[in-house]
Every structure is written in structure tokens, then in C-alpha cells.
Nanobody, 123 residues
């Protein structure tokens, strides 16, 4: 069974920083595409950043230069370093894993999901 568990969310002021973590277990972690998604109330789930088995990354245009995704395969952990946070970053952030050879920011193709961690950015 693949299990993903997010942590590190919280409340910060505009311009602040947070570091989200996603602990993965139950599968061969380094064979998966790992990604972060977010969802605000009343909005569709949005792809934020992904990273493949080779460390190649992709980001939503809205977060480029502010958010950085990384993975530590020795610890089976995915990270999202969030800097210069804005109120529009407020959402529940989800960690996701996709079986297969490709990576994507499309939530439809992801197989496993964490329960989410809340990020709130005040102005």
C-alpha cells in the first residue's frame, strides 16, 4: 500500500516562508513522479510542482521563482520550499504520486494522494 503524509503547513504573513514535507512509504519511491497540488475552497485542484525520478522539475507559472520542489530518496521524502508567499497561495496542499515513466501537473493521472496540509497566507 502506498501512503503519503504531508506536514509543515501553517499560517504566515505575506512574504513569509514555509517548508512542506511529504513522507512516502509502501512503494519504490524513486520510480514515481512526485508532485504537489493545491486546492482552495470552490476551486479546482491545481498542479503546483512536480519532480521525476531524475530530479527534473516543472512548475506552475504562478509559483516559478518562489516555490522549489525537491526529493530526498534516502529519506523517502518530498519537499516544497515556499518563499515569498502570497495570499493567493492559501490552499490545502496535497502530495501525490504517479506510477509510470512520465511526470505531469495534471491531477487526473495521479494514483496516490496524501490527506493534505493547510497553508494560510495573510495580507
Amino acid at each position: 500500500q502506498v501512503q503519503l503524509a504531508e506536514s509543515g503547513g501553517g499560517s504566515v504573513q505575506s512574504g513569509g516562508s514555509l517548508r512542506l514535507s511529504c513522507a512516502a512509504s509502501g512503494y519504490t519511491y524513486n520510480r514515481y513522479c512526485m508532485a504537489w497540488f493545491r486546492q482552495a475552497p470552490g476551486k479546482e485542484r491545481e498542479g503546483v510542482a512536480d519532480i521525476d525520478r531524475y530530479g527534473r522539475t516543472d512548475y506552475a507559472d504562478s509559483v516559478k521563482g518562489r516555490l522549489t520542489v525537491s526529493r530526498d530518496d534516502a529519506k523517502n521524502t518530498l519537499y516544497l520550499q515556499m518563499n515569498t508567499l502570497k495570499p493567493e497561495d492559501t490552499a490545502i496542499y496535497y502530495c501525490a504520486a504517479r506510477e509510470g515513466r512520465g511526470c505531469s501537473l495534471n491531477p487526473v493521472v495521479f494514483d496516490y494522494w496524501g490527506q493534505g496540509t493547510q497553508v494560510t497566507v495573510s495580507s
